[in-house]
């Protein structure tokens, strides 16, 4: 078998984590598969909340769930990661995930910025319930995307209240993506 990549390996680990009901995030919508992914795992009774800065992203998003028919169980968010506990409005979720960097097939100069994917992030950790998994795929190959990478691991791994692993795959001539998996709590 072959390594998986960071996102295969993520979908694996919250197929064994998300509960149907549950309440997930996806901070970072990009082109919906990851969203299309958590509402299928969250069933009919769940709910997931997407957010993107990109028009284009929410429009892609949005033709996947509705092709997949999860449109009912989902609210897309076309604003910044930074408003997160704002958009839960006091919701407390079981999963969030952030999948770093730029919109694939989009504009590459519009990427995560460091300072705030860390307030995302500090907010998220708030916001998450007890035994919750926060995730966080860095693509540190691109340019701004190395900052951002060594910045969001050394707030994960500083942070007291998560227990945190890290998986990546090894690149050659560039660095590879790698996957922050942490738990709150316990």
């Excluded at 990851?34 to 009919?44: I, N, S, Y």
Aim: with cysteine; glycine share 10%.
């Amino acid at each position: 078998m072959l390594p998986p990549l960071p996102t295969e390996l993520l979908h694996t680990l919250f197929r064994e984590h998300i509960a149907p009901g549950d309440l997930v995030i996806d901070a970072t919508a990009g082109n919906g598969f990851d969203t299309v992914f958590l509402a299928e795992a969250v069933g009919p009774a769940g709910k997931v909340i997407a957010i993107d800065i990109q028009e284009k992203a929410i429009t892609a998003t949005r033709k996947r769930l509705e092709k997949a028919d999860f449109l009912d169980r989902t609210s897309l968010h076309l604003r910044s990661h930074v408003e997160i506990r704002e958009i839960t409005g006091g919701g407390v979720p079981s999963t969030i995930l952030f999948n770093l960097g730029y919109l694939p097939g989009g504009d590459r100069s519009v990427i995560t910025r460091t300072e705030e994917t860390l307030a995302a992030l500090a907010s998220a950790v708030e916001i998450l319930r007890l035994g919750g998994v926060l995730a966080v795929v860095c693509y540190p190959g691109h340019p701004g995307g190395d900052e951002e990478a060594v910045a969001v691991e050394n707030f994960i791994t500083s942070s007291p209240e998560l227990r945190t692993a890290r998986y990546g795959l090894v690149a050659i001539g560039s660095p590879a993506p790698f996957l922050l998996l942490c738990a709150k709590g316990g």
